[in-house]
């Protein structure tokens, strides 16, 4: 009997934990669950009208999003077999793009607001969100093949 194989959603949970306690070099989160490990990644319905809009950017907020996107060029890496790598540029109030770049094919570009308030109500909606991404992404490096090849 063989086994199914993961559902993506569960596979990029599983990169994000993983790039979460990669992160860890004096491994202080190794105690940790992995749903204590995707708590910050979590808000309640209240919880961003609590965070003010116009403040200087968290720099946990900065790694969070980070994490989140080294595990979305992981999974992009993973459904395309190309080297993948992420950019995140933020300005100071949390305003800016994060991009996930094949070769030279730019194949995510997410224009990002507000960076303190990133978060999402359920792991479920994290998973969805990121298979949405991996696949627009997976789709650019598929229609441009000869560009994502390339080697800057």
Same mark, same amino acid.
């Given at each position: 009997?063989?086994?199914?194989?993961?559902?993506?959603?569960?596979?990029?949970?599983?990169?994000?934990?993983?790039?979460?306690?990669?992160?860890?070099?004096?491994?202080?989160?190794?105690?940790?669950?992995?749903?204590?490990?995707?708590?910050?990644?979590?808000?309640?319905?209240?919880?961003?009208?609590?965070?003010?809009?116009?403040?200087?950017?968290?720099? /946990?907020?900065? @790694?969070? *999003? &980070?994490?989140?996107? #080294?595990?979305?060029?992981?999974? !992009? +890496?993973?459904?395309?077999?190309?080297?993948?790598?992420?950019?995140?540029?933020?300005?100071?109030?949390?305003?800016?793009?994060?991009?996930?770049?094949?070769?030279?094919?730019? /194949?995510?570009? @997410?224009? *990002? &607001?507000?960076?303190? #308030?990133?978060?999402?109500?359920? !792991? +479920?909606?994290?998973?969805?969100?990121?298979?949405?991404?991996?696949?627009?992404?997976?789709?650019?490096?598929?229609?441009?093949?000869?560009?994502?090849?390339?080697?800057?």
């Amino acid at each position: 009997m063989s086994r199914s194989p993961m559902p993506l959603g569960e596979l990029f949970v599983k990169d994000l934990v993983g790039q979460v306690r990669a992160a860890d070099s004096y491994g202080r989160l190794d105690r940790l669950t992995d749903a204590q490990l995707l708590r910050p990644y979590l808000v309640t319905p209240q919880a961003p009208d609590e965070i003010p809009l116009m403040c200087m950017v968290d720099p /946990a907020a900065v @790694e969070r *999003l &980070r994490v989140f996107f #080294r595990a979305v060029a992981a999974g !992009v +890496e993973r459904a395309t077999g190309l080297v993948t790598d992420y950019t995140l540029d933020l300005d100071a109030e949390g305003f800016g793009r994060a991009l996930v770049v094949i070769g030279r094919l730019v /194949a995510c570009c @997410e224009v *990002l &607001r507000d960076v303190n #308030r990133f978060g999402f109500r359920t !792991v +479920e909606l994290i998973a969805q969100y990121a298979q949405r991404l991996i696949a627009s992404a997976a789709d650019a490096a598929t229609r441009y093949p000869e560009v994502a090849r390339e080697q800057p």
